[in-house]
């Protein structure tokens, strides 16, 4: 039988569970919020995340509305739900297709939503939606196609000779709110080799993607990288020619085969110049249509922005900083954790620094999934949350963030401890005077 201390104890088991899932799910929607576009996911009810799920059928398409919502108890005990209705089609075929593919479609989400049972799930579900449509969705859609349903109507039996298209040669010009990861950066080039593009990448903020080759590996790429993490991307432009059979897909390149990343915008701009691409390169810029009117790519809405923070301690710092690294990545921003010891001797304790930059939304998101996570331990080792984290300078960066930044340095353990000068030369080049002043004033009290 259990005592009247036993059962206080129990309650305050379940409360701390009960606040621990609530800390959890809001950083799921506070996460989502963040990454997706207003039209692409939103969040409604307190505990529940729609996403739009667009399935091309042809000329047409239908939309899928993916309903995920978190029980009470999601994730420590219960998993995920997953429900979905077809929203709209644009033609009756495309809307039969989406109809028939919905069950399987929600049976394979909530098959993962199981396995994940006891995690969090909102975003590999939501993941996993976008791959199942570059899977799974074109091998439906071939199927109909075979049996005479397929999205250009009916099949004809009157015995005509089928049609080939002539190929056509692409372009795009993809913007991103910035590219900086070396791990994201080598994925590029990757994916690029494999399907034979050329152009350049422009890295740090903002990042700019300048693709070239046959139209379909141009779309084939920019639809696997839009399925990666990213703070913003969107095409801003694009161009297509029907190539002539006499010439080569090399014959209409315009850059060297392969993608060149380059840091510096005007050397990209002076390339797209003088291969006679400058009105593809001023979309960048949302300049369309020879329209020579001022603008700019370092608005509020595209510059980088950025958090300088001081925490006092770390009791069990591997776990601590494995947690900033793990949570920085999936939210797609740029983190430097360092420590410096007063006068560069290891015997004083180390003054604590952690910097963020991206997008705003991403870095505020950051901080409050930061003072609402347990990432610590107390004096007795049991989790708590930081409560002595200072922000030192938080704001759009006076300029670009540095291409000479390494953010696998700036997070790395094994580069954790820095001498002061060291500190302060990696602090101007990611967040200005204001961080570096920052450090320094405080290295001094």
Request: with cysteine.
């Given at each position: 039988m259990l005592g009247t201390r036993d059962c206080v104890a129990m309650d305050y088991d379940d409360d701390h569970d009960q606040d621990n899932n609530k800390?959890?799910?809001?950083?799921?929607?506070?996460?989502v919020e963040a990454a997706y576009g207003s039209d692409e996911a939103w969040c409604e009810d307190s505990w529940k995340v729609f996403r739009r799920v667009n399935l091309p059928f042809g000329d047409a398409s239908a939309d899928i509305i993916l309903e995920l919502h978190m029980p009470e108890l999601y994730p420590t005990e219960d998993c995920l739900g997953v429900l979905g209705v077809v929203?709209?089609?644009?033609?009756?075929?495309?809307?039969?297709?989406?109809?028939d593919a919905l069950p399987e479609f929600?049976?394979?989400?909530?098959?993962?939503?199981?396995?994940?049972?006891?995690?969090?799930?909102v975003l590999s579900v939501l993941q996993?939606?976008?791959?199942?449509?570059?899977?799974?969705?074109?091998?439906i859609v071939s199927r109909l196609n075979h049996n005479g349903q397929g999205a250009h109507g009916d099949s004809s039996?009157?015995?005509?000779?089928?049609?080939?298209?002539?190929?056509?040669?692409?372009?795009?010009?993809?913007?991103s709110h910035h590219i900086i990861a070396k791990r994201k950066r080598a994925e590029l080039q990757a994916l690029v080799s494999e399907h034979k593009l050329s152009g350049f990448v422009k890295i740090g903020w903002p990042g700019i993607i300048i693709i070239e080759g046959l139209e379909e590996d141009c779309q084939a790429f920019y639809d696997e990288i839009r399925r990666w993490s990213w703070q913003h991307l969107e095409v801003r432009g694009e161009m297509q020619e029907i190539m002539s059979p006499e010439k080569t897909v090399d014959e209409?390149?315009?850059?060297?085969?392969?993608?060149?990343?380059?840091?510096?915008?005007?050397?990209?701009?002076?390339?797209?110049?003088?291969?006679?691409?400058?009105?593809?390169?001023?979309?960048?810029?949302?300049?369309?249509?020879?329209?020579f009117q001022t603008s700019t790519n370092s608005s509020e809405s595209d510059a980088a922005y950025g958090a300088l923070i001081q925490v006092d301690h770390m009791n069990d710092g591997k776990s601590y900083r494995?947690?900033?690294?793990?949570?920085?990545?999936?939210?797609?921003?740029?983190?430097?954790?360092?420590?410096?010891?007063?006068n560069d001797d290891i015997r004083n304790r180390p003054a604590i620094f952690v910097g963020l930059v991206g997008g705003r939304d991403a870095v505020r998101s950051m901080l409050k999934r930061w003072r609402t996570t347990n990432v610590d331990v107390d004096s007795r080792g049991k989790?708590?949350?930081?409560?002595?984290?200072?922000?030192?300078?938080?704001?759009?960066?006076?300029?670009?963030?540095?291409?000479?930044?390494?953010?696998?340095?700036?997070?790395?353990?094994?580069?954790?401890?820095?001498?002061?000068?060291a500190l302060l030369e990696l602090s101007n080049l990611i967040g200005c005077d204001s961080w570096s002043g920052a450090i320094r004033n405080s290295m001094r009290r």
């Open positions: 800390e959890r799910q809001e950083a799921e929607l506070d996460f929203e709209r089609a644009s033609s009756q075929l495309a809307a039969k297709a989406a109809y929600l049976n394979s989400c909530r098959q993962l939503a199981r396995a994940l049972e006891g995690d969090e799930a996993f939606a976008d791959e199942w449509v570059s899977d799974e969705w074109p091998a039996s009157s015995g005509t000779a089928t049609v080939v298209p002539s190929p056509v040669f692409g372009r795009r010009l993809i913007y209409y390149r315009k850059f060297n085969y392969g993608v060149r990343e380059e840091g510096d915008m005007s050397v990209v701009a002076t390339a797209c110049r003088d291969a006679g691409l400058e009105d593809l390169f001023k979309t960048s810029m949302k300049i369309y249509d020879n329209t494995k947690w900033l690294r793990r949570t920085a990545s999936e939210i797609d921003i740029l983190l430097m954790i360092k420590q410096c010891h007063p989790p708590c949350l930081e409560r002595m984290m200072n922000v030192l300078s938080e704001g759009y960066l006076q300029r670009s963030v540095s291409t000479k930044v390494d953010s696998e340095s700036a997070q790395s353990e094994e580069e954790l401890n820095q001498s002061l000068s």
